[in-house]
């Protein structure tokens, strides 16, 4: 994969462009959430909590597959990945916006969105009296804190060990950091999957998929392979890593989003064919 790392250069932002880019992120986002309330305003419940739930579940994908960037980097003890791993780290920073992004959908939300949170619906349906033990809404809302609280974790043990190898140099952060890899790994699975059958696949709670969680994991990946690369070019547009990323890494994230858009297809093919 990536060859001819050479870091050489400042990888520092200047405060100007930082705080343009700051500003801009700032307008568009304040763009979506006067919108949101707009057509909240005008009664469109429903549709508002669905854009909510939308826009919640695609911001965390992204902080997701970054954190399994960052993960898998210390597992295969790769040297590639070195050049993007602070962008994917600073990704993982979204963890908490994005715990604060769902928390309407706890308080307020929940009933609009998911069928099953209904006693009355409960009452009255064979398939969700089944299902009651697991879909109910404070055991929902117990996971959902849960899976947030394990990702939050993750992800700052890792940057912060990160930022001070960088200080000291010390090699056995490194080490530190590979150990924990794979309980770490374990963990993100377990969470990613869950989190993707509680916020998506029970909004029908009729249906079910046992393809849905690989689907989300791709998705995940492919989503955060693009951020980064994205954020890598932008970064180098104005003055930064310049020295660090370097062609050939473009190239292997290019390589990695193409063979995990295969991969999405297939496993979504996959659940089409068999359900459907």
């Known amino acids: 994969m990536g060859h001819g790392n050479k870091f050489t250069d400042n990888p520092t932002l200047s405060p100007e462009v930082a705080d343009r880019g700051f500003k801009v992120g700032l307008i568009i986002g304040g763009i979506g959430l006067v919108a949101s309330l707009a057509g909240l305003a005008m009664g469109e419940t429903r549709q508002f909590a669905f854009s909510w739930l939308t826009a919640g579940a695609w911001g965390t994908t992204i902080c997701l597959g970054s954190l399994f960037y960052v993960v898998l980097h210390h597992i295969v003890r790769a040297a590639w990945s070195t050049s993007f791993r602070r962008i994917a780290e600073n990704i993982t920073l979204g963890f908490p916006l994005m715990a604060v992004f769902m928390l309407p959908l706890l308080l307020g939300g929940m009933h609009t969105l998911y069928h099953w949170s209904h006693a009355d619906a409960v009452a009255a349906d064979p398939i969700l009296q089944g299902k009651e033990s697991f879909l109910n809404p404070a055991f929902f809302g117990g996971r959902a804190v849960f899976f947030f609280i394990v990702w939050i974790v993750i992800s700052t043990f890792y940057r912060r060990l990160s930022v001070r190898q960088d200080e000291s140099g010390d090699h056995a952060l490194t080490l530190r950091m590979r150990w924990w890899a794979p309980l770490s790994v374990v963990f993100f699975a377990l969470t990613t ?9 029970s909004l029908d709670p009729h249906w079910f998929s046992t393809m849905f969680g690989v689907i989300i994991f791709a998705g995940c990946l492919l989503s ?11 970064l180098q547009k104005n003055g930064a890593l310049k020295n660090t990323l370097t062609e050939w890494n473009f190239h292997d994230m290019a390589k990695l989003m193409f063979g995990f858009n295969c991969f999405w297809a297939y496993t979504s093919f996959s659940q089409y064919m068999l359900i459907w």
């Open 193 to 201: 999957s869950f989190a993707g059958t509680d916020w998506l696949m």
């Open 224 to 234: 955060s392979y693009a951020t980064m690369s994205l954020v890598g070019m932008w």
